[in-house]
């Protein structure tokens, strides 16, 4: 929905923008009966409310997908530091048994 600049809620909302100055104008330049302006009203209110509907829908599908992709990126982000911890206690492990059986052969030998 985007052309590099602009959103699609920005444009949409110039569109709404652009639609109310419209009517304004239309109604201070076109003298018309009470019962076309009130259909003109009726008819750029209905314009509005689709446009503003269409924009709704646009900004739930695209929180929607935000949503979705943060939770990839957390899960993601959760199984490399549940990898990374598993790793560390492995070596952790692992030097303490290095440790011991050090401190085994260092008491040996002083008693020797």
């Given at each position: 929905?985007s052309n590099?600049?602009?959103?699609?809620?920005?444009?949409?909302?110039?569109f709404?923008?652009?639609?109310?100055?419209?009517?304004?104008?239309?109604?201070?330049l076109?003298?018309?009966?009470?019962?076309?302006?009130?259909?003109?009203?009726?008819?750029?209110?209905?314009?509005?409310?689709?446009?503003?509907?269409?924009?709704?829908?646009?900004?739930?599908?695209?929180?929607?997908?935000?949503?979705?992709?943060?939770?990839?990126?957390?899960?993601?982000k959760?199984?490399?530091?549940?990898?990374?911890?598993?790793?560390?206690?492995?070596?952790?492990?692992?030097?303490?048994e290095?440790?011991?059986?050090?401190?085994?052969f260092?008491?040996?030998?002083?008693?020797a």
């Amino acid at each position: 929905m985007s052309n590099g600049r602009f959103s699609g809620g920005s444009v949409a909302l110039a569109f709404l923008l652009g639609s109310a100055v419209g009517a304004g104008l239309a109604l201070l330049l076109a003298p018309k009966s009470g019962t076309e302006t009130r259909e003109l009203l009726k008819d750029q209110a209905s314009v509005a409310k689709d446009e503003a509907l269409k924009v709704a829908d646009e900004v739930k599908e695209k929180a929607t997908e935000l949503i979705e992709k943060s939770k990839e990126v957390v899960e993601s982000k959760k199984a490399v530091i549940e990898s990374a911890l598993e790793a560390g206690k492995e070596a952790m492990e692992k030097e303490k048994e290095r440790l011991l059986t050090k401190i085994k052969f260092d008491d040996k030998a002083n008693e020797a």
